[in-house]
């Protein structure tokens, strides 16, 4: 598949690129260690404890989704019409930063402040994600985009795993007693470190990377809000004569949300399942990133000599092969397995996905495009993890009621919340099937 376009000269200097990679770097030390490895356990297992405590992670999950699906597109546009994508991007971080570091006070048993913090830290991160990635397309001509989207995802996997290596030894060295702290000081420590580690690499893209889109004056007549509004359904009427772009849109939202629970309950599945403390978590999480980075490279190779859809195929078949392995499997060493499997297959299903909006784009319209892109994965992403979390809840209430154990109600609740994020691969791989890839490039210009 070759596409139709020239190299462009660059529109960026290296350095403004640096401070875009270092903000990815930073914020996936949130993915990694607030949603991924050390806080969704700890609410789950200890903030809250049991069954509840799935069910209220996928509450909390599923409202900071909410909110954020609800008010990104509007605020979004209004950021585009008013060249302030850094002035939202600023206050976004800095409630994500402010609020993980909050979660500190987060003790055993308060479960207000726990679930309410990280409600804000989380609509903080998901939204400040949307301004990030709206400055893609003032660092990239459409032509490097991929590219540069690609380096950035790399450099933030980096950021996740050497965050989670900072503060591994400090788990281990309580454990062992040389840090002479009780209970869980020190893993709320952890938190606070994170913050710190997204603050200081957050600060280069507020310093070195100026803002290239002005401000735009209002229409007579018109508010900041009636033209958001306005620029929404332009974009909306724009992707809407691309129909297998909006085909692709409806299937991307599916899957999505499967991968979207499969990260956010790992942590939760590990610990109810395998028994897996903390320690072994963040190893966990580490093996997933490594494995991502050699994902998204064996997905690139694929996608150039397979294409888009075919590469999507077989990725979301890895991520249903590994929910059925999930299920099944009954050892720690099965689950980093799967672990690695995951990794791969979840790379490439992320990857291809953001490449393939490119490739869907026609000229001139890549940035559109992305903003509708990235509006789609907010829309719906707060429906999965509350489904994972009331399934979990009320299969364990279910066996629990019928006398069995609460350990092995709950951990039977996890194995159905397993079963649900399947569901979701299996939707979302019968909507691709109608996605004719071919013609979507035609109708983008693209030639093979």
Same mark, same amino acid.
């Given at each position: ?168 030894? #400090?788990?281990? @060295?309580? /454990? &062992? !007693?040389? %840090?002479?702290?009780?209970?869980? *000081?020190? $893993? ?66 599916i899957y999505n949300d499967g991968v979207i629970m499969a990260l956010d309950f ?6 109810? #399942?395998?028994? @897996?403390? /903390? &320690? !072994?978590? %963040?190893?966990?999480?580490?093996? *997933?990133? $490594? ?99 009331? *399934? ?21 609740g996890q194995r159905m919340g397993i079963l649900s994020i399947g569901l979701f ?24």
């Amino acid at each position: 598949m070759v596409t139709a376009s020239l190299k462009s000269k660059p529109i960026s200097t290296r350095k403004e690129r640096i401070a875009w990679y270092l903000y990815d770097f930073g914020n996936s030390a949130y993915a990694a260690v607030v949603l991924l490895a050390v806080y969704s356990a700890y609410f789950q297992g200890t903030l809250v404890g049991g069954k509840e405590g799935t069910r209220l992670w996928g509450i909390a999950v599923g409202i900071a989704m909410l909110v954020v699906a609800l008010t990104s597109p509007v605020l979004g546009a209004i950021a585009d019409h008013s060249g302030a994508k850094k002035k939202f991007l600023a206050f976004y971080t800095g409630v994500t930063v402010l609020f993980t570091a909050a979660l500190f006070f987060a003790e055993p048993g308060r479960v207000f402040i726990g679930m309410a913090f990280f409600i804000l830290a989380e609509i903080g991160y998901r939204s400040s994600q949307v301004f990030y990635n709206g400055l893609l397309p003032e660092i990239a001509n459409p032509d490097e985009i991929g590219r540069i989207s690609g380096n950035g995802w790399a450099i933030g996997n980096v950021g996740g795993i050497l965050s989670l290596l900072v503060v591994l030894p #400090l788990i281990i @060295l309580q /454990q &062992q !007693g040389v %840090i002479k702290l009780e209970g869980t *000081v020190v $893993v709320r420590l952890t938190l606070v470190i994170t913050a710190v580690f997204f603050l200081i690499s957050a600060i280069p893209i507020f310093l070195w990377l100026p803002e290239r889109a002005q401000s735009k004056p209002l229409p007579p007549g018109e508010n900041i809000l009636s033209v958001a509004f306005k620029q929404l359904r332009h974009t909306i009427r724009t992707a809407g004569r691309f129909k297998e772009f909006l085909k692709f849109m409806l299937a991307f939202l599916i899957y999505n949300d499967g991968v979207i629970m499969a990260l956010d309950f790992a942590a939760i599945i590990g610990a109810v #399942l395998y028994g @897996l403390d /903390q &320690q !072994g978590l %963040i190893i966990f999480i580490i093996i *997933v990133h $490594v494995a991502n980075v050699f994902g998204a490279y064996i997905f690139g190779v694929w996608m150039d000599k397979l294409g888009g859809k075919p590469s999507l195929f077989i990725s979301i078949g890895m991520m249903l092969a590994a929910v059925v392995w999930l299920y099944f499997n009954r050892t720690p060493n099965g689950f980093f397995m799967i672990g690695i499997l995951a990794g791969v297959a979840m790379a490439g299903l992320q990857s291809v996905s953001r490449s393939l909006v490119a490739v869907f784009a026609p000229p001139g319209q890549s940035a559109e495009f992305y903003g509708f892109f990235a509006v789609a994965g907010r829309t719906s992403s707060f429906i999965g993890p509350t489904i994972y979390g009331i *399934v979990a809840f009320r299969a364990a209430v279910w066996l629990e009621a019928r006398g069995e154990t609460a350990v092995l109600a709950e951990q039977f609740g996890q194995r159905m919340g397993i079963l649900s994020i399947g569901l979701f691969f299996i939707v979302g791989l019968l909507l691709l099937s109608f996605v004719n890839e071919k013609r979507a490039r035609a109708a983008a210009g693209i030639t093979d």
